[in-house]
């Protein structure tokens, strides 16, 4: 057969000629050639169909036969020609954006309506893939002792987890790209995944770490797309239901308590009756509770005694949940699919809630104080609307449309959203309207806007007695999109894809960083006119945008998130920044070489005012910047090249080898600031952060060559090698000697470069094992490891920036994994009562290792009373110690059986089998800037003694004479019960048992 490949060139002129939009795919192809068994012969015209669906082809002259379009999942493909036997090959796997390759040999018919049934093998080496791709179906992830999808990738290779951020192949956080269903569900604002689908409608997970295909942006090292579950032509209910709630919460047994973990779901899915072969569905609900959102092997303090307020507390110390740390989810995920061939119609989305308190150690002695702990609220939902065309066996295209929205809200337990009461202690407001008041008030401050204090009884300030949550934030952001997806097979070597996207997304935010302040202000000045309120609310640093700055005539109304500001002619309008993309894409696949070629073009427009000279702010006679200081911003253009190679040598051993350019858009959080916000705290000279919205993109070159060997029948090995370089990181920056002071903002000026090499073991199950390992060797360097790195050097208001290399805080040497599945067959194991007691039995285990993370080795200082800066003061390079190697076993077993036609699987789950006492091995960054929730603690070792329980003070002469003016031992137990910070260690263990049915009726 005479092969084609058509110029790179000529491909990219007819892309853009086609009327194609797209995203991202989520759907793979099979391909094959039907031959004679007997001669090797190709066979023209046989039919092949997947059993249960409408898709299908007929084999060319050549015998092959192509089928685009296909759902990720197992099918069951039927072949037959006239003459010959039919044959239907089981388990036939399809992955996204990946190319199935399914020969059939067929035999001369013998006997009439003989089926010949094989089963066909999952590859173990992926002729297709020009990346490091890894995928995971229902049937892997259901044995692993892991339930979320997040956890699932954490065990792939190049992701290193700080905390709760993950890191890709020594890329920051923002730097992945998650999709479900095709649909990206990152926030914008902040670059980070929103929300979860319940993982029993997940049918699939598909993990690139770098090197993906031009169809892929806003993402620079990694994409995980997730795929779930749609209807078929029977039905399904399934649900589940695990708990620890058999353990004790006050008592340890078997090594562990109960955290309060309770997670219930059920799924349905199948035809619509009388449309069973046009209309199926797919719904699913869970819902999920925990009293400890965060277990930890660490003590936390609890009041023994309170004393006398000339005395000190007397306070111990225990293990087990945290007080006042829940957390409580609800998530749905559906679709329903019409098939009209050759139209397609999708429709789906999904929904997330989580409402939480997250544990604060000043507040954990009196319940009082408990109750007004910091109480969150988010939310994610997205839907969508997908028309596929299928114009002929070899094209189709696909019209999108999405909708995506995100929020989050945190604020004081009992106040909530009612700012002025924060600082309020007489429910008494004087306006020019009269006095109002609404009954909410805080009897306890002594003044308004002053919390009260025992600095005595409670260690000088270490724990607070009863006070008010000093913070309240409120972010809402939305986006919709409409793209179109080309897609060609020509001469079937080629796959051509064209595509053009378009986002339009609109951001709001209100953060009040200190409303007790607004309502002492109000208090010692009455308010006589908006100004006045608004002056008051600048006091209590108000940063807004898509809101008013307060609430209400005079600021005494409840912050109301539907009251919105949408008038472009306000400077406190609403965000709208607007992302269009297209892309180029030709995927060439030939006997002995695979190329994918592909051209991406990006636009951001962040579509708001900027400084005309950011060095020179006038601002009026009220404080207010000069709105004719003010121009519209400009919208930023790039261009990606991606090419990849794969060379299969035989269908045993791939070589494969990338280079590609790639861009991320900056966080939007990092591109607005309100101007009132920004104004007030330039003119008075505040350490605060302020947006950009001229901010690039962060624009990263990557190479990487690998290879993929299968060992036996049953066993394959991957390596692969990479070197990424990345520009334009965002990065704190001063504008030194700005009038009237210099104040930090955002600005691109971070460089890193990450190298390394990644190793991945594969046996499928051989009789009853089946394993996974995978190990990755990497450095990551850089001039700094977030937006935030050099926030103390831009307090100092010098220009002292780093401008060598040296290890980022994520830049963990060794990572890697090893999963064991043992599972039994149905007759294993001695006969009882009718029955294999040890049939259909399953062990998963997984161990998971890393060598320490960095931190700068600094001189010891108090770590609870002293100004941020004064912890930061290095004594050795940037980065230069490591901390201890940590690892961890989690173990499931389970048994599966039958009973009235209802498949169940019991199991328990145990996390920490071994109870390692791992610290949280990261650097204790007291004052790590996030901007959804402004200053907060982010735990780990004390970077002066590199240990997770001490910070060293107490033992110098400083620490000795606060010891001796404070109360002495009782003193000190307060202190050190603070500084070993629950939060200062990894997981307990944890023993879940679960209960899963399925039921096909």
Do not use: C
Request: no cysteine; net charge negative.
């Amino acid at each position: 057969m005479k092969r084609k490949i058509l110029p790179l060139a000529g491909l990219l002129i007819l892309g853009l000629l086609l009327p194609s939009l797209v995203l991202a795919g989520d759907t793979g192809k099979i391909m094959g050639t039907v031959t004679d068994a007997r001669t090797g012969d190709p066979l023209p015209g046989a039919n092949v169909i997947l059993e249960g669906t409408t898709m299908g082809a007929a084999s060319d002259r050549g015998g092959v036969f192509i089928i685009l379009n296909v759902p990720p999942r197992s099918y069951n493909m039927a072949v037959s020609v006239v003459g010959y036997t039919t044959t239907r090959v089981q388990n036939v796997i399809v992955n996204v954006d990946l190319t199935t390759i399914q020969d059939v040999a067929l035999e001369e018919t013998v006997l009439e309506g003989q089926v010949i049934v094989v089963t066909a093998a999952r590859p173990l080496v992926e002729r297709a893939a020009t990346n490091v791709t890894r995928t995971l179906r229902l049937e892997d992830f259901q044995n692993l002792p892991m339930r979320s999808y997040s956890e699932i990738v954490a065990s792939q290779p190049g992701v290193v987890f700080l905390g709760d951020r993950m890191h890709v192949r020594g890329g920051r956080e923002d730097e992945i790209a998650w999709y479900v269903d095709g649909v990206y569900v990152n926030d914008l604002r902040t670059g980070e995944p929103q929300g979860e689908v319940p993982i029993n409608s997940v049918e699939e997970i598909s993990y690139q770490s770098g090197g993906f295909n031009a169809e892929y942006g806003f993402a620079n090292s990694g994409v995980i797309h997730t795929t779930t579950r749609t209807g078929r032509r029977s039905y399904n209910i399934n649900g589940e239901f695990v708990t620890d709630s058999w353990l004790s919460q006050d008592d340890e047994n078997l090594g562990a308590y109960s955290y309060g973990y309770n997670v219930g779901n059920l799924g349905l899915s199948g035809p619509v009756p009388g449309l069973e072969n046009k209309l199926k569905f797919f719904l699913t609900g869970e819902w999920r509770e925990m009293k400890d959102r965060r277990p930890s092997l660490g003590e936390h303090p609890v009041l023994v005694d309170i004393g006398d307020s000339a005395g000190v507390a007397e306070i111990t110390t225990t293990t087990g949940p945290l007080p006042h740390n829940y957390e409580k989810n609800w998530m749905f995920n559906g679709n329903v699919l019409v098939d009209l061939r050759p139209i397609q119609i999708k429709l789906g989305g999904h929904y997330w809630n989580a409402d939480f308190e997250e544990y604060d150690q000043h507040r954990s002695l009196l319940e009082e104080t408990l109750a007004h702990m910091a109480t969150d609220e988010e939310f994610s939902w997205s839907t969508y609307g997908k028309i596929t065309h299928t114009l002929n066996p070899n094209t189709f295209y696909t019209a999108t449309f999405s909708y995506h929205s995100h929020g989050s809200e945190r604020g004081d337990g009992i106040l909530g959203r009612n700012i002025y009461d924060y600082g309020d202690n007489n429910d008494t407001l004087t306006t020019p309207d009269g006095i109002y008041s609404n009954g909410i008030w805080n009897a306890f401050l002594p003044e308004p806007g002053t919390n009260p204090g025992e600095p005595f009884r409670f260690g000088s300030g270490i724990f607070d007695s009863i006070s008010v949550y000093d913070d309240y934030y409120l972010n809402r952001s939305s986006s919709w999109g409409l793209k179109f997806d080309g897609t060609s097979q020509m001469w079937d070597v080629h796959e051509f894809k064209a595509g053009f996207e378009y986002r339009y997304n609109t951001l709001r935010r209100y953060s009040v960083t200190r409303p007790m302040q607004i309502a002492g202000t109000l208090a010692d000045n009455p308010p006589d006119s908006a100004a006045d309120v608004r002056a008051a609310y600048r006091v209590g640093y108000t940063d807004n945008f898509g809101y008013p700055i307060y609430f209400g005539d005079w600021g005494e109304q409840p912050v109301d998130p539907d009251d919105t500001i949408d008038d472009d002619t306000d400077p406190d309008n609403a965000k709208h920044p607007v992302i269009v993309s297209a892309y180029v894409q030709d995927k060439i696949e030939i006997s002995d070489l695979v190329l994918n070629l592909g051209l991406r073009w990006d636009m951001m427009d962040a579509k708001d005012k900027r400084l005309v000279d950011p060095y020179h702010i006038p601002l009026n006679e009220f404080g207010f910047i000069e709105l004719d200081s003010l121009e519209d911003t400009e919208a930023q253009h790039n261009f990606s090249p991606r090419v990849g190679i794969g060379f299969p040598v035989t269908d045993r051993t791939v070589f494969h080898a990338q280079f590609g350019k790639f861009v991320q858009q900056p966080q939007l959080a990092f591109l607005y600031t309100g101007w009132d916000y920004m104004a007030g705290q330039i003119s008075q000279g505040n350490q605060v952060e302020i947006g950009n919205p001229d901010l690039k993109p962060t624009k990263t070159t990557q190479y990487e060559v690998g290879l993929s060997q299968q060992v036996g029948d049953n066993a394959a090995v991957d390596i692969s090698a990479f070197y990424k370089e990345i520009r334009d990181l965002i990065v704190l920056r001063n504008r030194y000697e700005a009038h009237p002071n210099t104040y930090p903002q955002y600005q691109n000026g971070d460089y890193g470069s990450v190298k390394g090499l990644s190793v991945n073991f594969d046996m499928r199950r051989t009789e009853r094992i089946s394993a996974h390992a995978s190990y990755t060797l990497q450095f990551a360097g850089g001039t700094g490891s977030t937006s935030g790195s050099d926030f103390y050097v831009t307090w100092i208001g010098r220009e002292y920036y780093p401008t060598f290399v040296a290890p980022l805080d994520f830049d963990q040497r060794h990572t890697g994994s090893v999963n064991l599945d043992i599972r039994s067959k149905p007759d294993d194991g001695p006969v009882l009562m009718g029955g294999h007691p040890l049939g259909r039995m399953g062990l998963n285990l997984n161990w998971s290792f890393g060598s320490g993370l960095p931190y700068t080795p600094k001189r010891i200082a108090d770590t609870i009373f002293q100004a941020r800066f004064s912890t930061a003061f290095p004594e050795g390079a940037i980065n230069s110690a490591y901390t201890d190697w940590t690892h961890q076993m989690d173990m499931k077993l389970d048994k599966t059986f039958e009973v009235g036609g209802v498949d169940f699987d019991a199991y328990v789950w145990v996390i920490n089998l071994l109870g390692t006492e791992n610290p949280f091995s990261r650097k204790f960054d007291r004052w790590n800037y996030n901007m959804d929730i402004g200053n907060t603690d982010y735990r780990g070792i004390y970077e002066a003694t590199g240990s997770a329980e001490d910070n060293g003070w107490l033992s110098t002469p400083e620490g000795q004479s606060w010891l001796a003016a404070n109360g002495g031992a009782p003193a000190e137990a307060q202190y050190r019960a603070f500084i070993n910070h629950p939060y200062n260690w990894g997981t307990p263990r944890q023993i879940r048992l679960g209960l899963r049915f399925d039921f096909n009726p």
